[in-house]
């Protein structure tokens, strides 16, 4: 084993070690506690918590980068399986405004956009992404292009699945 292999194996056992000295904290009677024993586990409670969040958000980015970089959307090795999801794409309202402008039939936006308008309260305009996408397959370049520059990508997550546990 290599001195960068050896790092890691300390320090996934160091995690291990903490994690488990949490565990013995969250299984304490906390209602024996004092009032200063109660907020102060509540403290470091929070602080490893923080420090675990920041610690698998540094581990997630490796891992989306392993699979981005092959161009995949799965990294297996032995029991795991990580898998690299997208959140539904938003769009930018301001770039559609020039759809409403002539390039689509007032039939079509129709289908696809809901302007404002009062009810009780104000309604704000609405564009449905699914509808939108139609249309770019009928009009082509002009609304296609349109709908391209006013999608805003959402972050991409991982999943990651322990194969040993699936029943």
């Known amino acids: 084993m290599d001195n960068r292999s050896e790092l890691m194996h300390a320090s996934v056992n160091n995690v291990e070690q903490s994690t488990l000295s949490t565990l013995k904290l969250l299984e304490m009677a906390h209602q ?14 929070g602080d ?12 997630d980015m490796e891992i989306l980068h392993r699979i981005e970089s ?6 297996v090795s032995g029991r795991y399986e990580a898998t690299r999801n997208s959140a539904t794409p938003t769009l930018d ?13 007032d039939q079509d936006l129709l289908e696809c956009y809901t ?14 992404l699914q509808k939108l996408k139609k249309f770019a397959n009928k009009y082509g370049d002009p609304v296609g292009k349109v709908l391209e520059l006013a999608k805003i990508q959402g972050r991409s997550f ?10």
């Not at 309202?93 to 039939?105: D, F, H, N, P, Q």
């Not at 302007?115 to 564009?127: A, L, Q």
């Open 32 to 45: 024996d506690l004092s009032d200063f024993e109660l907020l102060h586990t509540r403290a470091i409670l």
């Open 48 to 59: 490893q918590l923080a420090q675990l969040k920041d610690a698998v958000g540094r581990v």
């Open 70 to 75: 092959t161009n995949a959307t799965t990294l």
């Open 93 to 105: 309202y301001a770039r559609l405004v020039t759809l409403k402008e002539g390039i689509m039939a």
């Open 115 to 128: 302007p404002e308008h009062e009810e009780t309260v104000t309604v704000p305009e609405k564009w449905s």
């Open 158 to 167: 991982i999943t990651i699945r322990d194969k040993e546990w699936i029943v």
